[in-house]
């Protein structure tokens, strides 16, 4: 492959993401204009690729692309030789928690270790989500969903959305829960009880009176407990104040029934795949009724089960794009008190091998059902890492029948759209902000190839992979 031609990088830098961050931030200068020459597009949109293209970039957005006799290099623009390689619009992962570490000191509710990391002080420092989303960035993505968190992840969006350092963000806030979760801190909530009629309504109004981007409902109600039926209604009550906002709806809901309450509901996104059963027919056509997203999140699962095991598979994750100090923590899984028998490692191995089957094939039903499918992680939760996780799950959806360019229409274009942000990014489009990912090899051909990433342009602002890594 020939060398890259490119200036040199500024460092990436901290935000400003305490309160400050929400009040006006003074204007960024706008990246020197640079033309990429001569690699295959694949713009996201599922069309054809395209061989020999050119990508302008002038004030942080796509001004052209298309051929060189259709799409001039600009005599001011930086030319970026990149002939033999391929260009995708940047990743979005569309299931992130900014308000968890990616290990269990995030989730003392998996595994206690409050002990050595209290809980009150890991919250506190992951106010700075820096670290994170420098691994996002080295990952290739460019805009994350933040479904769920504390309060203060709305802060996070107006410094990223226009940072050249950062994905873009949108953030749900505090969770409506059929669950009183203990999983809080003592001045702040990540999840509203769902106790009432009246604290659904009031949490739900809360949400929207901080201009969330979406309510987002904890739907973990039993079929058979005695709350079953106050909690569908208050799933409408929440359901009800975001349509009147025009806010969309998110159900985290995993059994195929909650799921028909759910899309029943009018959800935007189902932000986790069926699980327990079969999706079926009814489920496909109240999901098409609804317009929902369905989020299949098929490594997650893994996490929780390599922590349980007390076996940390460092060789699945592209560890280079993951900070030191959650890269310490998750080698700590392996010591940690409390591991399985032989026999019951291997009755967990079992078990997940039929979950992940039917996780599976709950994916391929509905995409074949014509329902738009998108890329998110459930990052945040023990061992899905935050950034390099994405290339687990793109494989995993491979892995049970999607193509790869079906799996990158998910984890682009679609993921936009759950984001509510198709106008903005997802494709590579003329007018659209400039958030790409230069390969060193086809994604077309095989998803695992996503990997290969050489640049990473965000804003505009082109970042050699290697300046994105921690090593």
Known sequence: MPQLAIRALPPLVALPLMAASLTAQAPVAA????????????????????????VVVRDGRIACVGPETACAVPADAERIDVAGKWIIPGLVDAHVHYSQTGWADGRPDAYDARDRFPYIEVIAKLRDPTPFFRSYLCSGVTATFDVGGYPWTWGLRQPSDGSTSAPHVAAAGPLLSTRDHWLNVPAERQFIHMGSDSATLAGAQYLVANATDAVKVWFLAGRNSPDTTAFKERLR???????????????HATGLWQAKVAVGAGAHLLVHGVGDVPVDDEFLELARAAGTIYTPTLVVSDGYRQLRVRSFDAGRYDLACVDPETQAKAFLSDSLAGGMEAAARERAAEQAAQQDALGAANLMRVHRAGIPVVMGTDAG??????????????????????????????????????????????????????????????????????????????????HRREDLEYR
């Not at 020197?32 to 293209?53: I, K, M």
């Not at 106008?423 to 990997?451: H, S, W, Y």
């Open 31 to 54: 990246p020197e204009p640079v033309a990429l020459v001569g690699a295959t597009v694949v713009d996201g949109t599922g069309e054809a690729p395209a061989a020999n293209a050119v």
């Open 381 to 462: 939760n023990p061992l899905t890492l935050h950034g390099p996780s994405v290339f687990l799950e793109m494989e995993a959806m491979q892995a049970a029948g999607m193509t790869p360019m079906e799996v990158l229409v998910s984890a682009t274009a679609v993921g936009a759209q759950a984001m509510r942000r198709s106008m903005d990014f997802g494709t590579v489009e003329q007018g659209k902000v400039a958030d790409l990912v230069v390969l060193d090899a086809d994604p077309t051909a095989d998803i695992r190839n996503v990997r290969r990433v050489a640049l990473v342009v965000r804003g505009g602002e082109v």
């Open 237 to 251: 009550i929440g359901a009800a104040e975001a349509a009147r906002a025009g806010i969309p709806l998110i159900v």
